[in-house]
Nanobody, 126 residues
Framework: QVQLVESGGGLVQAGGSLRLSCAAS????????MGWFRRAPGKEREFVAA????????SYADSVKGRFTISRDNAKNLVYLEMNSLKPEDTAVYYC???????????????????WGQGTQVTVSS
């Protein structure tokens, strides 16, 4: 079984930055995809960014392109989401997802991810 633990959320003013981390442990593999999704109050969970673990290929939602960067540390089994120029509409619970099948580009579909973390709250004040 795969365990995912997110951290790094918090309260930040608009225009500020945060870096989220997701630690993966358990039965992990190298040919996987890691993704970040978010759920805002009253909305469905939506895709944010994803990275293929082996080759580092990334994909982003249009709403975060140029502001967010996903990266991974293969040796430490960590994936990061660097968030800059944050907006109030970025307020959400952010979830880390683990997909056991690699797709090119990395999948933006929630059902392609097999394991999820518990989420970390990001609140952006105006």
């Amino acid at each position: 079984q795969v365990q995912l633990v997110e951290s790094g959320g918090g309260l930040v003013q608009a225009g500020g930055s945060l870096r989220l981390s997701c630690a993966a442990s358990g039965r992990t593999f190298s040919s996987i995809t890691m993704g970040w999704f978010r759920r805002a109050p009253g909305k469905e969970r939506e895709f944010v960014a994803a990275v293929n673990w082996r080759d580092g290929i990334t994909s982003y939602a249009d709403s975060v392109k140029g502001r967010f960067t996903i990266s991974r540390d293969n040796a430490k089994n960590l994936v990061y989401l660097e968030m800059n120029s944050l907006k109030p509409e970025d307020t959400a619970v952010y979830y880390c997802g683990y997909g056991e099948r690699v797709r090119f580009p990395p999948s933006k579909r929630e059902y392609d991810y097999d394991h999820w973390g518990q989420g970390t709250q990001v609140t952006v004040s105006s």
